[in-house]
């Protein structure tokens, strides 16, 4: 099995996962432009995609699901509440699958495991993909670690973990206080050493490779994050780390124990 997270942040969010001949993307707040881009990057053509699956309704992780699916004629997959409060932004879809929070579903050599997460939305989620063989988990948008978070995450060799903000940033920054608020509250979105300190819990499990994504462009500094790495992780000899990028994919990396 293998992924890239083709970028992450407020501008756009999309991540593909493969294992064997099936290639999953999660969400897509691209343009169908930037990203074809991004996966030809990675020597992927766009109609070797199996399907599309959602994990909430805002704009940077759904405003080019739609226009992706209808010109690929891809499945999209997300649960009911998700795909009432995305419907408008979508619009009509090739084909639409419904799956239940909790409950796991199959997509050829995928199996996906959605799980609840902490986020303003209608019913936002994470997932666990395995091959049979290996697992990934991708958590992102959630504004703290519940303990059914670490349940999921625990078994996996990789995760995809948000570190969006640093605290003080986020105070002495440009946001209007309602926004601070928003971003802050339980649900919103993960701060540094709150994502930090689940990874090194993880890391003392089965934890290989950590990839932490969607930081913020003006409450967060990629320099601030590798530091509360190196304060509360082991090193790259325990866990390989890096960071996902607004501006460009990640490479292909290969989810094995």
Avoid at 76 to 84: D, G, H, M, S
Avoid at 183 to 188: E, H, N, T, Y
Wanted: hydrophobic share 40%; proline share 5%; charged share 25%.
């Amino acid at each position: 099995m293998r992924f890239s997270v083709l970028g992450s942040g407020s501008k756009g969010n999309c991540t593909l996962v493969e294992a064997g001949p099936t290639r999953v993307l999660i969400d897509n707040g691209f343009s169908g432009k930037e990203l074809l881009a991004r996966l030809r990057s990675l020597d992927i053509e766009p109609e070797s995609l199996t399907a599309l699956i959602l994990t909430h309704e805002h704009d940077d992780h759904v405003k080019g699901a739609g226009v992706l699916a209808r010109r690929f004629k891809l499945p999209v997959y997300a649960n009911e509440a998700t795909w009432r409060a995305a419907e408008a932004r979508m619009g009509k879809l090739p084909i639409y699958r419904e799956f239940e929070v909790g409950e796991a579903f199959v997509i050829d050599a995928l199996r996906i495991h959605p799980f609840a997460v902490s986020h303003d939305a209608a019913d936002p989620v994470g997932f666990v993909l395995g091959d049979g063989a290996d697992s990934l988990g991708y958590c992102t948008d959630t504004g703290i670690v519940t303990r059914l978070i670490r349940q999921r995450l625990h078994a996996c060799w990789a995760v995809i973990l948000e570190a969006n903000h640093d605290v003080r940033m986020v105070k002495e920054g440009p946001y209007p206080l309602p926004l601070q608020q928003r971003v802050l509250s339980s649900r919103g979105h993960l701060a540094n050493p709150d994502s930090l300190d689940l990874a090194a819990e993880l890391a003392g499990e089965h934890l290989r490779l950590l990839v932490l994504a969607h930081l913020s462009e003006i409450n967060n500094h990629p320099d601030l994050v590798l530091a509360e790495a190196r304060r509360r992780l082991p090193g790259e000899d325990q866990v390989r780390l890096l960071l996902a990028s607004q501006g460009q994919a990640c490479p292909l990396l290969e989810v094995s124990p």
